[in-house]
């Protein structure tokens, strides 16, 4: 579980030049238990951002990423916490995080 914070949808996506919406990861395991490293992929809706605004949908993305690092990079928290039953139950708002490592695009 993690805090909600204040910021709302458009707040997250305000002023990012070029970046990524990400809806939900999916498949996630880990790939490195003492470095935090997980890979997963998205699912259920990616999509680009342009000049602090979604443009358009994206194909699915694979990634590779250190969760302490990904936490180390936030720099807004959403206001709304969602619930998600995948392989491990997590009630969390939505992130803006700096950087991300997506690794290749899925099939």
């Known amino acids: 579980m993690m805090e909600a914070g204040d910021a709302s ?15 939900r990861f999916h498949y996630t395991n880990s790939v490195h238990p ?5 890979t997963g992929m998205t699912r259920d809706g990616t999509f ?5 605004e979604l443009t358009s949908p994206l194909k699915n993305f694979r990634f590779t990423q250190s969760i302490l ?3 180390r ?5 959403g206001g709304e916490r969602i619930q998600c039953r ?7 708002p939505a992130l803006r995080i700096a950087g991300f ?4 695009v899925t099939g």
Do not use: M
């Open 69 to 71: 690092d990904a936490l």
């Open 34 to 38: 003492v470095k935090t490293l997980f």
């Open 48 to 52: 680009l951002i342009e000049h602090g």
């Open 101 to 104: 490592n997506f690794t290749g």
């Open 9 to 23: 949808l458009e707040d997250l996506i305000s002023g990012i030049e070029r970046g990524i919406y990400v809806t």
């Open 73 to 77: 990079d936030v720099q807004a928290i």
């Open 86 to 92: 995948d392989y491990i139950p997590v009630l969390a």
